[in-house]
């Protein structure tokens, strides 16, 4: 099964700066999650968006985020001002109509200082 | 709510013999139950799922896993463990119903020694 690619693949970014990560899906699919991984945890939920509405977020998806797919293509996750605790690996996962399986990007390591 | 645990950090295996990788969940309804794995600086491999159907379900290098309703478990298994098995594997669930994220235990690190 194809995949998605993400970039970049590795951010450093200041703390308090805005910082986009991208995700292409490699054929038109509806259904897109973003998860993070901080160095050594689980991977934990952060959002759903699902024909270009977000249908889900947890708790750590404050207002400080925000998801949109601009051009019709590309999906994108900001967080507006970036904090110490941000730094982690983001994966991007996409799902087709029919499939219950989420298949994950390879990732977008932040590193915030 | 869905969770997952995976109770052991670290599982260790000789190369050629079978490995367990162990997953117990918990959720309202029926479940939708996945492995996945993952390399060191790589992203998320699906291996195999359980929706529906038979217990026992194989998916990609040779793993299978079998989905027990009554433990609420979800143990990875491979016959024949190789070197280039040795990763970080997540179990995950999802209810079948409602939302659609992915609750992963905590993963359990696969080391196979030659």
């Known amino acids: 099964e194809p995949e998605v690619t993400q970039t970049p693949s590795h951010q450093v970014t200041q703390m308090g700066q805005e910082v986009i990560l991208r995700c292409v899906p490699i054929s038109n699919h509806l259904y897109f999650y973003w998860y993070r991984q901080i160095l050594g945890q689980k991977v934990e939920f952060l959002v759903s968006?699902?024909?270009?509405?977000?249908?889900?977020k947890s708790e750590i998806f404050d207002d400080q985020f925000s998801v949109e797919r601009p051009d019709g293509s590309n999906f994108t996750l900001k967080i507006r001002s970036t904090k110490l605790e941000d730094s982690a690996m983001y994966f991007c996962a996409r799902r087709d109509r029919v499939q219950e399986t989420q298949y994950f990007g390879p990732g977008t390591r932040l590193l915030v200082l | 709510a869905q969770s997952v645990a995976q109770p052991e950090d670290q599982v260790n295996v000789a190369e050629g013999n079978p490995l367990t990788v162990k997953c117990t969940y918990s959720v309202s309804g029926n479940p939708y139950l996945f492995w996945y794995v993952q390399y060191p600086n790589r992203g998320l491999q699906f291996l195999l799922k359980y929706i529906t159907g038979d217990n026992l379900v194989k998916g990609s290098y040779g793993f299978e896993a079998e989905f027990n309703k009554s433990q609420t478990s979800f143990h990875l298994k491979k016959p024949s463990a190789l070197v280039s098995d040795s990763a970080l594997y997540f179990c995950a669930v999802r209810a079948k119903t409602g939302f659609q994220k992915l609750v992963f235990g905590t993963g359990t690190r696969l080391l196979v020694s030659p």
């Open positions: 968006f699902y024909n270009n509405e977000i249908s889900e």
